[in-house]
């Protein structure tokens, strides 16, 4: 048997008809049959190679929707023809300290979807099964893909570090994890504020969910909020003035950046020394978080706001995407 | 009356004898008949005016032991003649949110013992009731001083972040800080290994509760230890090289900074990221953190370990913190 996909040849290269054989499917795999994928900047930074470990052809996708086509023989948790999602990791070690309890996105050995891998840019798409997480029957299709990747990535901190429904949480960046980010923090039952560098994305923000928005180009208005927030999530992948918004945190605050910034963070320790503040980071969710997560999702109606577009537009999507117009975030549908 | 101090008279000043007036006791005060004093390096750097907030003349100490010789009248909780001791903090506002949460170290308004007030290298010094601990009868007043500056500034964090006795700790620094640190994680239960750039302080680590020692100039030892820490506290105040240490955290690990440096912490983001690790920072601990302090210590037999001078030697004294050589903790007693 054959994958069809859509692979780059090169760095940087168009997407072009790739078709692969997969082998025989392991014994903890399942093979999904896609019908949607959303697309997040990481597949274009792959794409690119800019954290050189990129190999061609390179076929993007990680926030893949479907349905389990074929199971391996130890696969008795999922049922063929079962609505399943999968996201950054397409199988992990289980059985290292953080598999085993219950971290599975921090193995040290967790396989990335389109690391050394083929993604969802494709008819199918193979996993481990333990990476591969069961899709309730509230979420629709076409708009559940980036919950396993972006949704997840901002999620996964709320958990993580006991944010309270009593908490004022403060969303760095609206985007495609942003605007994700709002609707959680919102339903969570926190005070919610956008900061966002664009005085058109005001409204919208309000219509996610913050309860007011600040200017983050305004120095001002960044210091009027000093001392305001338990949380802050910061979603985007550029150098900001990270000692400005540490002093918007309560005391006992936290910074949570889950943009790959390449530039150190230059921190200033009286901040966070005074304040006994944390600065800290993350990556996706574990599956069982991924489930929490879609659970939560259906229970509020949590949705990515999202643009559409064919798999056989995929050259035309990534552009959008690396356009920085699209909102949030883009899906690709057979 | 006069209270009888010594002071400095200028920004790096030798220190004199000073006599002032401290007006009427206020009426939440308590006046402390000083008995010991210990030095820390933060009573150098107020001396040195480092961080531009000192005033003159200067009155060093708040690691203070003494007895309560005076109460103002709406003291009710500390009696006359009780053995107390002074930290950091000599006041607090009482209502503000981390005030009332418990937090009081952490009030924007805090007064520190000698930040425009005079502090305990004297016979007598005042203090806000609240500010002020009682001393466990099991403690030797000429030991306990240490433990209401550097001990609280490192016993604090395992409180907070909720360090667990099967936790893995490690300890940069064994100094006036550090030595503390290496004691009180081991009563906790934990394995500790101290960090130390000096071999000569290999065997005094393991006697002080290290269960190994990382010599920190050795790059290749730091790298063989990757992975293995829950908490590092780091005492010292210099620039080191944070992200070799990040990588020594186990996933969802905690460097934590107790030392004031200047410089900016350059931490990449990709080993928070990877490992979900935070890095912070704090000052010391409220009372009631003092308090359960000096009782862990008490239960434990924890002890400062320390070199011991007449009040009338302070400047010797001095001398001897700023030549860095101290084993750990100076203490000036009358």
Chains 1, 2 share one sequence.
């Not at 980036?146 to 570090?161: A, D, K, R, S, Y």
């Not at 927030?229 to 990270?242: E, G, M």
């Not at 035309?316 to 690709?332: C, D, H, K, N």
Request: proline share 5%; glycine share 12%.
């Amino acid at each position: 048997m054959t994958i069809t996909a859509y692979a780059a040849f090169e760095p940087g290269g168009k997407l072009k008809p790739f078709e692969y054989d997969p082998g025989p499917l392991g014994r903890d795999e399942v093979e999904i049959a896609v019908e949607h994928c959303g697309i997040c900047h990481s597949d274009l930074s792959m794409l690119n190679n800019e954290w050189g470990i990129s190999e061609y052809p390179f076929v993007p996708g990680h926030e893949v929707i479907g349905t389990v086509a074929a199971r391996g023989e130890n696969v008795g948790h999922l049922d063929l023809g079962q609505r399943v999602g999968l996201g950054w990791h397409a199988g992990y070690c289980m059985t290292c300290g953080s598999c085993m309890s219950g971290d599975h996105n921090l193995c040290a050995t967790a396989a990335g979807t389109i690391v050394g891998r083929h993604g969802g840019f494709a008819d199918k798409v193979r996993a481990q099964a333990a990476s591969v997480v069961p899709l309730p029957g509230i979420i629709e299709g076409a708009f559940a893909g980036p919950l396993f990747c972006g949704g997840i990535t901002v999620f996964n901190p709320m958990e993580q570090f006991g944010l309270r429904p009593t908490d004022t949480v403060g969303v760095i960046g609206i985007g495609g994890l942003g605007h994700l980010a709002l609707q959680f923090a919102r339903a969570w039952g926190c005070k919610v504020t956008a900061f966002t560098s664009s005085t058109g994305k005001h409204n919208e923000a309000l219509r996610l969910g913050a309860h007011d928005t600040i200017n983050s180009r305004e120095a001002e208005a960044l210091e009027a909020a000093a001392g305001r927030f338990d949380l802050i999530i910061a979603t985007v992948n550029v150098k900001l003035d990270w000692n400005a918004y540490l002093n918007t945190l309560k005391p006992k605050g936290r910074l949570h950046l889950v943009g790959a910034t390449l530039e150190p963070l230059d921190l200033s320790i009286f901040p966070m020394l005074m304040g006994q503040r944390s600065v800290s980071s993350s990556p996706v969710g574990s599956p069982a978080a991924i489930n929490r997560m879609l659970d939560f999702s259906a229970r509020h109606g949590i949705r990515p706001v999202t643009e559409h577009y064919r798999f056989d537009q995929a050259n035309e999507a990534m552009a959008r995407l690396e356009s920085g117009q699209a909102r949030y975030r883009i899906v690709l549908s057979h």
